[in-house]
């Protein structure tokens, strides 16, 4: 997954502009929450093949942090 691949579904599932997805940026501040989360882990799990437990996820998680995350994931997957 490319970091626009991960700002898409973001904005997608926030219904906001790729544009407004800085890496600085908070889930909570795009509204983000224990739904979003479930939801989230859903397609982002999905998107790499890899199975992702909401509880893994953070609404204080930064979208580079949760960048980080998913590159964690899918090279941890790969071993």
């Given amino acids: 997954m490319t970091f626009e691949e991960l700002q898409d579904l973001l904005a997608e599932q ?3 502009d790729t ?5 600085g940026a908070a889930l909570a501040d795009l509204g983000a929450d224990h739904e979003d989360m479930i939801e989230l882990a859903w397609a982002l799990g999905e998107a790499i093949g890899e199975e992702i ?6 609404e204080d998680f930064t979208i580079g942090e ?3 995350f998913v590159r964690d994931k899918e090279e941890n997957a790969q071993e």
């Fill in 14 to 16: 926030f219904s906001c």
């Fill in 53 to 58: 437990d909401e509880s893994e996820l953070s």
């Fill in 19 to 23: 544009g407004d997805l800085s890496r």
């Fill in 66 to 68: 949760l960048w980080r």
